[in-house]
Nanobody, 115 residues
Framework: QVQLVESGGGLVQPGGSLRLSCAASGSIFSIYAMGWYRQAPGKQRELVAAITSGGSTNYADSVKGRFTISRDNAKNTVYLQMNSLKPEDTAVYYC?????????WGQGTQVTVSS
């Protein structure tokens, strides 16, 4: 199994920045990819960004050019740097690990973008 612990959410003004962190522990060798999803009230959970074990990344069109996913293998941590935040980015952000055992999820961290 894999355990995921998220941090870094909070309240920011439009145009501001946040960096989310997700620390993984457990059967880390089993992880194929990690990603960030978000879910706003009344909306379906959507993929924001993902990074594979080989380092390939992909992003939702809505965040391309603003968000960057990265990883620190030594710390078993994946990050989501969020710049130029917009009110529509407001959501609960969840870390996900795609493993040979299945998908694992963090507890979620709230990101609120508001004046």
């Amino acid at each position: 199994q894999v355990q995921l612990v998220e941090s870094g959410g909070g309240l920011v003004q439009p145009g501001g920045s946040l960096r989310l962190s997700c620390a993984a522990s457990g059967s880390i060798f089993s992880i194929y990819a990690m990603g960030w999803y978000r879910q706003a009230p009344g909306k379906q959970r959507e993929l924001v960004a993902a990074i594979t074990s080989g380092g390939s990344t992909n992003y939702a069109d809505s965040v391309k050019g603003r968000f960057t996913i990265s990883r620190d293998n030594a710390k078993n941590t994946v990050y989501l740097q969020m710049n130029s935040l917009k009110p529509e980015d407001t959501a609960v952000y969840y870390c996900n690990a795609d493993t040979v055992e299945g998908d694992y999820w963090g507890q979620g961290t709230q990101v609120t973008v508001s004046s």
